[in-house]
């Protein structure tokens, strides 16, 4: 009970969920950037390099899990259920999107676009689940922060939309959405900690097998691009497990406006680790930036006079 508590308090969400974002905010540019040290092309390897990612991460979630409750946390019968379903939307299922989308756009747009999840985990948790009522500045939110995705696109912050690159993004936006309502409902009973290490390395042992039986091939070495692949595990270790314990005890929309931190951080690393900064900082960019993130405030401002 303590620990739900913990989680619960307004400084404690704040200052986690941030750390959550940020942590989130530097994986677009990251793994474009692992793209580049690995010489990684085609479908294949990067499926690869994505489920190696997370089949890495959902291991040191477990371990760190078992350290800090000082028990080894052992999957169950009752969990399994949940973790087959949060390993086909959170991780085969949405990284099998992203990780090819980003492949055909900018760190940039991937970058924006990601910030779009606050508020399509919103119409999932209205229209789907149930779990939030969808009001009238809800929708007045949602409707601005599509038209940014939208202005991204037309005005030449990216210079061809394409489905593969940009509706990839935007798809793995949607199958995320899907398992933050998924968490919700799985972790008012579960150990969140257990579901999310487990399933992440589920996820990714199938990402992984696909991209091989595909031909994928990458090739390992103490070297740069082995710490951008820690780190990329690390930032799902962490924030997930962190965003899973929030979501298990707060409204999505709640925990979700702080999701208009992540494109903001993503178009700050993209233009100093990609070197995409007549992108990063053009006005069409600006522009859609500021409507994505005002997007998620109407959002979040509304749970709060509810």
């Not at 499926?47 to 800090?68: C, D, E, P």
């Amino acid at each position: 009970m303590e620990n739900r508590e913990f989680f619960k308090k307004p400084l404690h969400v704040f200052l986690l969920a941030m750390l959550c974002c940020t942590l989130w905010g530097s994986a677009a540019p990251f793994i474009k950037w692992g793209y580049q040290l690995f010489n990684i092309k085609g479908v294949p390897s990067i499926l690869m390099f994505a489920g190696i990612r997370f089949a890495l991460a959902g291991l040191l979630v477990i371990l760190f899990g078992s350290f800090l409750q000082k028990k080894v946390l052992v999957a169950k019968k009752e969990n399994m259920q949940g973790i087959c379903t949060l390993a086909v939307f959170q991780t085969a299922g949405q990284y099998f999107f992203y990780y090819i989308g980003l492949s055909h756009t900018s760190g940039v747009n991937g970058s924006i676009i990601t910030g779009t999840s606050a508020f399509i985990s919103l119409l999932v948790a209205s229209l789907i689940f149930h779990y939030e009522k969808l009001t009238l500045r809800k929708t007045l939110g949602c409707f601005i922060g599509f038209l940014g995705i939208l202005f991204m696109n037309m005005s030449g912050a990216s210079a061809n939309f394409s489905f593969i690159g940009e509706g990839f993004v935007l798809m793995s936006q949607f199958c995320g959405s899907i398992s933050a309502a998924f968490i919700k409902k799985f972790t008012q009973h579960q150990n969140a900690v257990l579901l999310s290490g487990y399933q992440f390395s589920l996820g990714g042992i199938l990402l992984a097998i696909i991209g091989y039986l595909m031909g994928g091939h990458i090739t390992f070495g103490f070297n740069l691009g082995l710490l951008v692949l820690i780190h990329l595990a690390l930032v799902s270790a962490i924030a997930y497990t962190i965003w899973g314990l929030l979501l298990s005890v707060n409204p999505v929309s709640k925990i979700g406006v702080y999701m208009c931190v992540t494109p903001i951080i993503g178009v700050i690393l993209s233009s100093v680790v990609l070197h995409e900064s007549n992108q990063a900082f053009q006005p069409s960019s600006l522009i859609a930036l500021l409507l994505v993130s005002l997007s998620v405030f109407l959002v979040n401002k509304e749970t709060q006079t509810d």
